[in-house]
């Protein structure tokens, strides 16, 4: 069974650190990994998708690495805002489990100005 | 552009209580899911749909059926609703599945039973 692990559940940082956010799955067999933003009490907003042939996707501040072979992948924020304050959700489409998407907990990150 | 649509927003249902949320998108999806998003649990599956008149169980469908009876509306159903189904649900729905689906969230309807 496919599991989606996000470390750490919760991170504070001081305005303009650059930060890693990181997810581990446990079977390499993925169509393609999302990283998802959550605000507080709203819906989820898809930040970037990596196929399963990819390596990397870059949007903006955000920059998000897969390897699959070792099962992980990492969201890479620069130059933190206050703005950037939310829960980074990390999921999994399984190969061969279909259509769904497998989400990790997530992790909610504090930016401090 | 309305994207995915879900009500009611809020609801306060008592104990064997029924009711139906309604998911709508209007993106000529064929794909549509409903999940449950709890503290310390994540999102989690309850049904998805691969297109008109198709439906299928996730992970958590027990107290939950689904109704896909047109194209662009899901609908998620509460026959006695119980407190364990006190929960933020939210819709879903993608063109297509593989390496290059991108998932559509509605913003949530939360849900508390008493």
């Known amino acids: 069974k496919q599991e989606v692990t996000q470390i750490p559940a919760a991170l504070s940082v001081p305005e303009g650190e650059n930060l890693v956010l990181n997810c581990s799955f446990t079977?390499?067999?993925?169509?393609?990994l999302q990283w998802f933003r959550q605000d507080p009490g709203k819906g989820l907003t898809s930040l970037l998708l990596?196929?399963?042939?990819?390596r990397e996707q870059t949007s903006g501040r955000l920059n998000a690495s897969l390897d699959k072979s070792s099962g992980r992948s990492t969201l890479y924020i620069a130059a933190s805002q206050p703005g950037d304050s939310a829960t980074y959700l990390c999921?999994?489409?399984?190969?061969?489990?279909?259509?769904?998407?497998?989400f990790g907990k997530g992790t909610t990150l504090s930016v401090s100005s | 552009n309305a994207g995915v649509t879900q009500t009611p927003k809020f609801r306060v249902l008592k104990t064997g209580q029924s009711m139906t949320l309604l998911c709508a998108q209007d993106?000529?999806?064929?794909?549509m899911y409903w999940y449950r998003q709890d503290p310390g649990m994540g999102l989690r599956l309850i049904h998805y749909?691969?297109?008109?008149?198709?439906?299928a169980k996730g992970e958590v469908p027990d107290g939950y059926n689904v109704s896909r009876l047109k194209k662009q509306n899901f609908l998620l159903g509460l026959e006695s609703a119980a407190p364990s189904q006190t929960s933020v649900y939210f819709c879903?729905?993608?063109?297509?599945?593989?390496?290059?689906?991108?998932?559509?969230f509605g913003e949530g309807s939360w849900l508390t039973v008493v």
């Open positions: 879903a729905s993608s063109y297509i599945t593989g390496p290059g689906n991108t998932i559509y």
């Open positions: 079977d390499s067999a993925i169509y393609n």
């Open positions: 990596i196929q399963s042939s990819q």
């Open positions: 999921a999994v489409i399984h190969a061969q489990a279909g259509t769904a998407l497998i």
């Open positions: 993106m000529n999806h064929e794909y």
């Open positions: 749909s691969v297109g008109e008149g198709t439906t």
